[in-house]
């Protein structure tokens, strides 16, 4: 129900900028599964014709299927393309638009509070893996650092609370608008 334009003076520009960011952080979750999928194939070919698999990729996948989600979220928040049940809400906005704008506005407010406490609560996680230099994997064999997924978690979730609260606020200014004839 949501759309890409803004109704709050000056946000146009701040929605632009965000999205421009929050899209690069989609393309980088893109490529990411791209290069997922590619080792995948690489390490069951490896498997099957040489008897020989690519070390930690399963380790990899695993790891990396939360640091995609984590940036593939705020984009999605921002343009209002979460997947949702919108047949109540499309009976709610043609009897009252505002009331369907004031449940866009508590959803996104329910979303940046969510995200922001997700955010707030993977920071320890991630200082630990930092000071201790969390690695997963094999010592001596393959290790990789747990820091930059664990970043990704407090980073996407920091965005997508705050792509949320861009929405709030754009809602929030159409309950304000007047009241469009019906036709």
Partial sequence: MQRATSS???LPALRRGLALTLNAMAAVGTLWIFGIMMLIVADVISRNLLAAPIIGVAE???RSVGA????????AALNGTLIRSDFLLRGIERLSPRALHLLDTLFALAGAGIFALVAIAALP???DAWVSSDFFGVRGVWTLPT???HLLVVIGGAATSLAFIVVAADCAAKIRMPRRPLP
């Fill in 8 to 10: 709050v003076p000056g």
């Fill in 60 to 62: 990899i996948s695993a």
């Fill in 68 to 75: 995609i989600v984590f940036l593939l979220l705020p984009p």
């Fill in 125 to 127: 996680d991630t200082h």
């Fill in 147 to 149: 820091v930059p997924f």
